[in-house]
């Protein structure tokens, strides 16, 4: 693969223990490994693209689609996010 990250745009503002939308007490992760996010069943995403980025030494961004500043802010290292790696 010839990049450096993986952006992952979802509707939450990075990976969480449980649904935030569905559970108050739910708790953001700043960092996670990517064998954690696999054996926690995180909902990155799909295991076959956790492996994936795992095995090429690509770390994930996931960020929120609907924060201010979007993907813009991320890029320039303002917002909320996890990166999984």
Known sequence: MACQVIFKGTK??????????????ATRYDKVSYDEALQRH???MDASAIALARDNNLPIIVFSLDEPG???G???GRGTYTIVG
């Open 42 to 44: 995180l909902g990155v």
């Open 70 to 72: 979007g993907f813009a």
């Open 74 to 76: 991320i890029l320039a």
């Open 12 to 25: 939450v503002d990075g990976v969480y223990d449980r649904d935030p939308r569905k559970h108050a007490d």
